[in-house]
T-cell receptor
Framework: SQKIEQNSEALNIQEGKTATLTCNYT??????LQWYRQDPGRGPVFLLLIRENEKEKRKERLKVTFDTTLKQSLFHITASQPADSATYLCALLNTGGFKTIFGAGTRLFVKA | DGGITQSPKYLFRKEGQNVTLSCEQNLNHDAMYWYRQDPGQGLRLIYY???????QKGDIAEGYSVSREKKESFPLTVTSAQKNPTAFYLC?????????????FGQGTRLTVV
């Protein structure tokens, strides 16, 4: 069955460092991969999308890579800040786009 | 202000009762979705709708029902047949039919069985 795996353990880093989160998937060939941010008790907020034919995407301090051979995406936050502390969700979509599959998310804590 | 609104934020249900969660959007999106989120698990798709008067079951539809009589509205009913309804419910919409894959989420409804 289709499966997305994100680190269940929280990631703790020092302010100013780069945070790297991993998303691995199996039994799926997504057309799109997305990353969302979710704060406690709130709905997820879209951050970035990368397509299957793209290797890397950047937006301000965020960078996403997508390796369809390894079936893996890496999500980087450079110069991290305490305000970046949240849960980050990886999501996969096929070309139809209606059955988005979400990972459980990785909790990030950035210490001042 | 464009967005997606869920109500109520907190909901308590007695055993054997049906409850309805509201979801309204003013983004003019064709597609709407309901997800359930449990601690330590990803969002699981309950139902989705691509157009008015049409909806499809997701991966965990048993014990739930929906309607899509208006483009703006996609209410979810949690029936007494849902054996473990306590969870955080999220409604989302997207303009996928117009080329946008980004999903916009509401703030969620936390349902507790008492």
């Amino acid at each position: 069955s289709q499966k997305i795996e994100q680190n269940s353990e929280a990631l703790n880093i020092q302010e100013g460092k780069t945070a790297t989160l991993t998303c691995n998937y199996t039994n799926y060939s997504p057309a799109y991969l997305q990353w969302y941010r979710q704060d406690p008790g709130r709905g997820p907020v879209f951050l970035l999308l990368i397509r299957e034919n793209e290797k890397e995407k950047r937006k301000e301090r965020l960078k996403v890579t997508f390796d369809t051979t390894l079936k893996q995406s890496l999500f980087h936050i450079t110069a991290s800040q305490p305000a970046d502390s949240a849960t980050y969700l990886c999501a996969l979509l096929n070309t139809g786009g209606f059955k988005t599959i979400f990972g459980a998310g990785t909790r990030l804590f950035v210490k001042a | 202000d464009g967005g997606i609104t869920q109500s109520p934020k907190y909901l308590f249900r007695k055993e054997g009762q049906n409850v309805t969660l509201s979801c309204e959007q003013n983004l003019n999106h064709d597609a709407m979705y309901w997800y359930r989120q449990d601690p330590g698990q990803g969002l699981r798709l309950i139902y989705y709708s691509q157009i008015v008067n049409d909806f499809q079951k997701g991966d965990i539809a048993e014990g739930y029902s929906v309607s899509r009589e208006k483009k703006e509205s996609f209410p979810l009913t949690v029936t007494s047949a849902q054996k473990n309804p306590t969870a955080f419910y999220l409604c989302a919409s997207s303009g996928f039919s117009t080329g946008s894959t980004e999903a916009f989420f509401g703030q969620g409804t936390r349902l507790t069985v008492v």
